[in-house]
Nanobody, 126 residues
């Protein structure tokens, strides 16, 4: 079993930046695909970004391409989401998710992830 804890959320003005962290405990994430999802009030949870276990492949939702960057540090058992040029429509609770190791995944599909964090609030003011 793995536990995921997100941090780094907060209130920022439009155009600002935040870096979210997803720290894992219980076992290593080094062989697990990991993703970020978000859920705004009244909306369904949506895919934001994902990274392969090696870090060699990354995937982004179209609206965040060029603004968000996902990365991982397997030595620290942590995955990051650098968010630049934030917009009010980025306001949501952001969740980190991980797949069990050594398994294939469709990165953009929430139900294919096995472990989830509790979420961190990101609020972007206009």
């Amino acid at each position: 079993q793995v536990q995921l804890v997100e941090s780094g959320g907060g209130l920022v003005q439009a155009g600002g930046s935040l870096r979210l962290s997803c720290a894992a405990s219980g076992r290593s994430l080094s062989r697990s695909a990991t993703g970020w999802f978000r859920q705004a009030p009244g909306k369904e949870r949506e895919f934001v970004a994902a990274i392969s276990w090696s870090g060699g492949n990354t995937y982004y939702e179209d609206s965040v391409k060029g603004r968000f960057t996902i990365s991982r540090d397997n030595a620290k058992n942590t995955v990051y989401l650098q968010m630049n040029s934030l917009k009010p429509e980025d306001t949501a609770v952001y969740y980190c998710a991980a797949r069990r190791p050594y398994t294939v995944i469709t990165y953009t599909v929430a139900y294919e992830y096995d472990y989830w964090g509790q979420g961190t609030q990101v609020t972007v003011s206009s």
